[in-house]
């Protein structure tokens, strides 16, 4: 693996890899302007998918009826742990959202929660949140704030859009449900203007063997590098990984993270994507077997509710542990 480029420790949250740091001027609707450091890394690696990852809900089916009743609590239970509203403002910094003209979609947008983060920059009426499910978009267009956003159903892998439309493409805790991830990245490429930006936020792998076992039974965490691939092979250039987390972690990411990284990348030229791809991955329309189907959703399931506990035992740490100690 060839990578070339300066080492920094991202404040707060840890590092792993190569990186340059820089500066990104981010300004809200009101025109207030702040400053965040972020990481710039240039390796891209491939890593081969053991067998040892079933990954139960990483598929579109098992996905939706996941939602199917996580909907009910999302707000009140994912991101109090994983998603805060701080995370999601640091994390939304590298999509650069400095013109409230911006054309921006959401892809994954769920009930809106980073639709919300993205809309105290860009107008209601430029924004579409795409999602394909049902019971989450339900959830989203009950929230007073996003009226005039248009909400949708779609796949994420399969964008209802024509090519070089949006100056921003954004995915937030998406990406981990999508059988092909690779295929997710170049539509983001191809929906995107020369020019624009996609950032996409999702989790990093654990290395606490442990917590490894339960993420890759549930669904896809990846590694920082295979982001970075994604996103090279899609034809994004100027690639970055900003690592992203809450705060009580304290940097601590042996245990994974839900939201673990925002990756930015700039799309130079119009068109789509140069990357050639076979058929989709996932057919939702094949039937499946319904005991197959069963077995791998209650224990996906199950090995999801390990990460409901996670930030509780990190916290507890947080609150254990002297300040300034590594926890
Ligand atoms: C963890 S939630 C994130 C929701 C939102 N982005 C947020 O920040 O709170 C993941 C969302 O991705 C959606 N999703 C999963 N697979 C998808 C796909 N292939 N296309 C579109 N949305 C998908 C789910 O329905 C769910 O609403």
New binding site residues.
């Given amino acids: 693996m060839a990578c070339s480029s300066t080492y920094r420790v991202p404040s707060g949250l840890g590092f792993l890899g190569p990186s340059k740091i820089g500066q990104n001027p981010l300004r809200n609707k009101g025109g207030v302007w702040s400053r965040a450091k972020y990481v710039v890394s240039t390796c891209a690696v491939s890593s081969a998918r053991p067998a040892s990852q079933p990954r139960f809900i990483q598929h579109?089916k098992e996905?939706f009826w996941f939602?199917r009743f996580l909907s009910v609590v999302y707000d009140h239970v994912?991101?109090p742990g994983h998603?805060t509203e701080d995370m999601?403002d640091d994390a939304l910094e590298p999509a650069e959202l400095y013109n409230n003209e911006f054309k921006v979609v959401?892809?994954?947008?769920?009930?809106g929660?980073?639709t919300l983060g993205i809309v105290k920059h860009v107008d209601n009426d430029n924004v579409t949140l795409?999602?394909?499910?049902p019971h989450?978009i339900e959830k989203a267009r009950q929230k007073e704030a996003l009226k005039g956003v248009s909400i949708m159903e779609?796949?994420?892998?399969d964008l209802p859009f024509s090519t070089d439309t949006f100056d921003r493409y954004v995915?937030?805790?998406?990406i981990e449900?999508?059988p092909d991830p690779q295929r997710?990245i170049k539509e983001a490429y191809r929906v995107v203007k020369p020019g624009g930006l996609a950032c996409l936020i999702g989790p990093v792998h654990p290395t606490f063997w442990l917590s490894r076992f339960f993420a890759d039974m549930w669904m896809l965490f990846p590694s920082e590098e295979e982001y970075i691939e994604w996103f090279t092979k899609a034809g994004f250039e100027d690639v970055k990984l900003k690592r992203i987390g809450p705060k009580w972690y304290r940097g601590v990411r042996r245990h994974g993270l839900i939201m673990g990284c925002s990756v930015t990348g700039v799309k130079r030229a119009s068109g789509d994507s140069p990357l050639q791809l076979g058929p989709k991955a996932e057919d939702v329309e094949e039937p499946v077997n319904l005991l197959a189907f069963l077995f791998r959703f209650a224990i996906g399931t199950i090995c999801a509710s390990y990460y409901v506990l996670v930030p509780i035992y990190m916290w507890i740490k947080d609150q254990v542990v002297p300040k300034g100690q590594p926890i």
């Fill in positions: 579109k996905a939602y994912i991101n998603w999601r959401d892809v994954g947008g769920g009930t929660f980073t795409l999602d394909q499910s989450q779609g796949d994420a892998e995915s937030a805790g998406s449900y999508w997710g």
